[in-house]
């Protein structure tokens, strides 16, 4: 089953089974959902707050990007 744990504009993270996922908006100039798996660290670290969830965000995008994956398309079979 999926929980909602938190929730920020266009950012949500989820609980589904023992895994967190963050779902974002990561389109720039049209909407494109993203969905990426997140430690239970950085979903608790991000529900504390805005700032707390922008730098989660922004750290996950640039371990995306190192690892060689885009960030910036949707990956949700839209």
Known sequence: MDTKIFELADMEIWKRGDKYYVRYDA???QIGMR??????EEAMR???GKNEAI??????QKRLIDSGV???VSNLGN
């Open 70 to 72: 885009n960030p910036y």
């Open 55 to 60: 730098s989660m965000l922004s750290a996950l």
């Open 27 to 29: 389109g720039s100039h």
């Open 35 to 40: 969905e990426d798996e997140i430690s239970e």
């Open 46 to 48: 991000a529900s504390q």
